[in-house]
């Protein structure tokens, strides 16, 4: 077993201890769920078991239940096993947050501990299928194991990319799966829901697929609202992609963008922080009468210290290139009669045919 398994394996069986010096008939309880135990607090998940220590438990198996505080409920747990100092109780449902571990000897009034946090599932690394080595890409179809904490005994949903991932085994620290085939190449987001709570916070690139990303599209928003553009790609030169929306409305709303971006090259980029060309443009298109200039309002945000733009390019795949963009663009030129605000947000999404 290599040292990363070692040390969850001996933190599992370590669990999580705690004292309460208010509790009338527990005296600690750990959880088999907790990697992190001795920090003072009982961390668990749906499928965790709890081991609680006490008194005065009696000879009938007592009710033990969780109780969320806020709402009233009550998520009973199932005890496996018990004697009068006690207890060990399977989390078969829960909530996240803090719970009050309520254990009820028959015919008496319950004890109470607090408390027993239920935790969202925490991805900590991914690995090969032999879980020698962790990595960060994967092929289409290839096994490979997400290790992390709080996942739960439950088999819950893995999504990469949109694309939903074949769970091969699902334990509480780590899950078995196979990267989706029908995915693009690019860097994905991991979406991993036990059904109590989520992390999306990791992500892995895929290579070596066939699987364009989709058709091109532009969906843009300035300060929350969406333009209704019509997307107009521009020609890549250069090692740059441009892309042009002009919207068909009054006023008019003309967006290019320019990202430094190798089309020749299938792997995903790094993301480019000021390192991006973006001009935002309106137009009053109204009558005009003799040669007076349509008023314009224009923000433009180029390079360092100029605004800030981020374009993520995270796919690339088939002779395409998708990303998102998000920028603080400063304006730099206006004819309108009314001042326009000097900054607007920009923000949107982009795949483009190169």
């Not at 009973?76 to 207890?87: A, R, S």
């Not at 409305?249 to 991006?276: E, I, L, Q, R, Y």
């Amino acid at each position: 077993m290599n040292s990363f398994l070692t040390r969850v394996a001996g933190a599992v069986l370590a669990g999580s201890l705690l004292t309460s010096a208010s509790a009338l008939g527990i005296d600690t309880v750990t959880s088999s769920a907790d990697t992190d135990g001795g920090d003072g607090i009982v961390s668990s998940a749906v499928g965790g078991v709890l081991t609680i220590d006490g008194t005065a438990f009696g000879t009938a198996k007592p009710k033990v239940f969780l109780l969320d505080e806020a709402t009233g409920k009550k998520y009973v747990l199932k005890v496996t096993d018990f004697t009068d100092l006690q207890i060990t109780a399977e989390i078969k449902k829960a909530v996240l947050g803090a719970l009050t571990l309520n254990v009820q000897p028959k015919g008496a009034d319950p004890f109470t501990f607090e408390s027993v946090v239920i935790e969202a599932p925490d991805i900590t690394g991914l690995f090969d299928e032999l879980f020698d080595l962790e990595i960060d890409e994967a092929t289409p179809g290839l096994p490979f194991y997400i290790a992390g904490e709080y996942f739960g005994s439950k088999k819950g949903k893995l999504r990469i990319g949109g694309k939903k991932a074949k769970v091969i085994t699902w334990a509480m620290t780590g899950i078995l799966l196979e990267m989706p085939k029908k995915l693009a190449n690019g860097l994905w987001d991991i979406l991993l829901d036990n059904k109590v709570g989520t992390d999306a916070d990791e992500q892995i690139t895929m290579f070596g697929s066939d699987v364009k990303i989709g058709n091109a599209t532009l969906n843009l928003f300035i300060d929350g609202v969406k333009l209704k553009l019509k997307f107009t790609p521009g020609v890549p030169a250069g090692g740059h992609i441009v892309i042009v929306g002009v919207s068909a409305t009054n006023p008019s709303k003309n967006m290019s963008m320019v990202v430094p971006f190798d089309v020749v090259n299938d792997t995903a980029p790094a993301t480019f922080t000021n390192d991006a060309t973006l001009l935002l443009t309106y137009t009053e298109t109204g009558k005009v009468s003799g040669f007076q200039i349509p008023p314009v309002a224009t923000w433009i945000a180029s390079g360092v210290g100029v605004g800030t733009v981020q374009v993520d390019v995270n796919a690339s795949s088939g002779g395409q290139v998708a990303g998102t963009v998000d920028a603080m663009l400063d304006l730099q030129f206006s004819t309108f009669e009314t001042e326009k605000p000097p900054t607007v947000h920009l923000t949107g999404d982009f795949v483009f045919d190169a």
